[in-house]
Structure formats: structure tokens, C-alpha cells
């Protein structure tokens, strides 16, 4: 069984700054995939970033940047230099041996202008 | 099109009847998947797709629940004497081949009210 826990439920941020999303997982496959989508008001899934078990260095990609701790099995988004559009849920997941994502239950974020 | 295609985009139904719900997958994508998302929650797995066949079915929530697919193309998601806990938004999603390190494309999904 694979599992993905977001602990913020809400998260605020004023535009400029940066900010971290937390995202902790727990899977006994050896190999896995961790992804981060976006779903704004509109609802729809957008996806942002990817990072392999096996991937020696974080995965960066423009603004987003994921902090991936092997060892405490923890898959932080970065947002630098937030938008007041990068406000959104945020939902982290993850892929193994089932290639089945699982998703967490997904933090919502807040740019202040 | 070039994204993932949902149909409808809303559907209002009275307790008791069927619904069909369509999803219309990236061309050449093998992989499909159905989730619900309940209002303010997160994605819950319903059924997985690789090609025709459905590897796992085991997110259906009752027998009232149905899938197919035919080829690696159009999947219909059946819900049979449909009831009020089947509110939720209908999410479809494919990717090129399945597995751990393929990023899922979603539809626009499904808001399905059941009155």
C-alpha cells in the first residue's frame, strides 16, 4: 500500500516570496515516482513537476523545485517568487509498483498581493 | 483534440437512475484512469486502464459501478440507481504508457449532482 499525507490544509504567501508545501509518503516499493499537480478554481489537474526514487538530484522546473528527502520519505513543492495566479489546491502524489497514482488530500495556497 | 475530453461536463440526474459518463483519452495514450473527487477533498482512485483490460478495479465503491474501454481509446464510467453520496466531480486522466515515472494528463471532469 502506498500513502501521501499533506498536513497543511491552507497555506498563505505574499506575492514575491517563496513558499514550501509539504508532502510526506510512505511505500514499500523500491521504486517510485513522486508528482505535484495543480488545480485551480477551474478544477482542472495540471501537473508541475516529477521526481524518480533513484534521481540523484532534485528535480527543478522554472519556479518549482522539489526538495526530495530520500531517508524521511518527504517530497517538499518550493514556489519561488510567487504569483498572485499560483493561487490553487496543490496536491502531491505518488507512483510504485502499481503504477496507480495515489494522492494526497491536497493544500490549498493563497497569494497575497 | 490535443488534451483529454470529458463528457458531459455537468450532469444533474434524479436518485435512482443511470448515468454515463465519458472520457476520451490522449491519442496513443495506453494508460486510463478514473478518480472521484468529492467537494473540498482529495482524488480518489476508481479503476486503472492499460489498454482494453483493467488491471485493477478495486477503487469501484459498489457493484453499482462500472468501467470499460474499448481499444486504448473512449472509456465509459457507468454508475447504475445512482445515489446522493455519488455527488462529486468525475476526474479522468491518461498517460503515455502507465508507470511509476509518467506524468498523468487530466480532463476537465465530470461534476455529477444527484438530486
Known amino acids: 500500500a502506498q500513502k501521501i499525507t499533506q498536513t497543511q490544509p491552507g497555506m498563505f504567501v505574499q506575492e514575491k516570496e517563496a513558499v514550501t508545501l509539504d508532502c510526506t509518503y510512505d511505500?514499500?516499493?523500491?521504486?517510485?515516482?513522486l508528482f505535484w499537480y495543480k488545480q485551480p478554481s477551474s478544477g482542472e489537474m495540471i501537473f508541475l513537476i516529477y521526481q524518480g526514487s533513484y534521481d540523484q538530484q532534485n528535480a527543478t522546473e522554472g519556479r518549482y523545485s522539489l526538495n526530495f528527502q530520500k531517508a524521511r520519505k518527504s517530497a517538499n513543492l518550493v514556489i519561488s517568487a510567487s504569483q498572485l495566479g499560483d493561487s490553487a489546491m496543490y496536491f502531491c502524489a505518488l507512483s510504485g509498483g502499481s503504477y496507480i497514482p495515489t494522492f494526497g488530500r491536497g493544500t490549498s495556497l493563497i497569494v497575497h498581493p | 483534440g490535443a488534451g483529454v475530453s470529458q463528457s458531459p461536463s455537468n450532469k444533474v440526474t434524479e436518485k435512482g437512475k443511470d448515468v454515463e459518463l465519458r472520457c476520451d483519452p490522449i491519442?496513443?495514450?495506453?494508460?486510463l484512469y478514473w478518480y472521484r473527487q468529492r467537494l473540498g477533498q482529495g482524488l480518489e482512485f476508481l479503476i486503472y486502464f492499460q489498454g482494453n483490460s483493467a488491471p485493477d478495479k478495486s477503487g469501484l465503491p459498489s457493484d453499482r459501478f462500472s468501467a470499460e474501454r474499448t481499444g486504448e481509446s473512449v472509456s465509459t464510467l457507468t454508475i447504475q440507481r445512482t445515489q446522493q453520496e455519488d455527488s462529486a466531480v468525475y476526474l479522468c486522466?491518461?498517460?503515455?504508457?502507465?508507470?511509476?515515472?509518467?506524468?498523468?494528463?487530466f480532463g476537465q471532469g465530470t461534476r455529477l449532482t444527484v438530486v
Open positions: 511505500t514499500s516499493d523500491p521504486s517510485y515516482g
Open positions: 491519442s496513443g495514450h495506453t494508460a
Open positions: 486522466a491518461s498517460s503515455l504508457s502507465g508507470g511509476r515515472n509518467t506524468e498523468a494528463f
